[in-house]
T-cell receptor, first 108, second 116 residues
């Protein structure tokens, strides 16, 4: 059974601090990794995608991938109240599998 | 450009009735996915289409659920003899799938189904 694991949270982070979201996956054949943000009552929207080991930065967001450890993370710098949402990790190999998401709460 | 659209946005039905949910993917997207999300839960994969064929329908919870896609575009998800546990948000997503492993999925707004 291929799995994607995330801490359900809630993860509470003070405004302006760095939020760190983590995800582990079981399928070593996975090739593509995605972070989606989902606001309450809304559908998921893509934040970041990463395909190779290392870091990928886009504005305040940094995705980190370590295939040897089967670990992918998302860092959000200078956290804002608008970042409060559920963050879904998705891993794609021969099929795409979503984690159950981590609820992030930015404290004003 | 137009995103993924779904209809209806909300559906209230009585237990035992059939419902049909529609998804219009982004033009040119060959891959289409259906998911179900219950309140406070993660995404539950239902079925995946590549073109008009469904190579993976492993997530359909029972034989009351079926889906089809025509013309490589519109897809319908049909739930027969609905049960209260079918109440959820049904999300559709599409992707370009240029390369097998590099696919960003774009989600529609969902259909909120309530079975009374």
């Amino acid at each position: 059974q291929k799995e994607v694991e995330q801490n359900s949270g809630p993860l509470s982070v003070p405004e302006g601090a760095i939020a760190s979201l983590n995800c582990t996956y079981s399928d070593r054949g996975s090739q593509s990794f995605f972070w989606y943000r989902q606001y309450s009552g809304k559908s998921p929207e893509l934040i970041m995608s990463i395909y190779s080991n290392g870091d990928k930065e886009d504005g305040r967001f940094t995705a980190q991938l370590n295939k040897a450890s089967q670990y992918v993370s998302l860092l959000i710098r200078d956290s804002q109240p608008s970042d409060s949402a559920t963050y879904l990790c998705a891993v794609s190999g021969d099929k795409i599998i979503f984690g159950k998401g981590t609820r992030l709460h930015i404290l004003p | 450009g137009a995103g993924v659209s779904q209809s209806p946005s909300n559906k209230v039905t009585e237990k035992g009735k059939d419902v049909e949910l529609r998804c219009d993917p982004i033009s040119g997207h060959t891959a289409l996915y259906w998911y179900r999300q219950s309140l406070g839960q993660g995404l539950e994969f239902l079925i995946y289409f590549q073109g008009n064929s469904a190579p993976d329908k492993s997530g359909l919870p029972s034989d009351r659920f079926s889906a089809e896609r025509t013309g490589g575009s519109v897809s319908t998800l049909t739930i027969q003899r609905t049960q209260q546990e079918d109440s959820a948000v049904y999300l559709c997503a599409s992707s370009l799938r240029v390369r097998q492993y590099q696919e960003t999925q774009y989600f529609g707004p969902g259909t909120r189904l309530l079975v009374l």
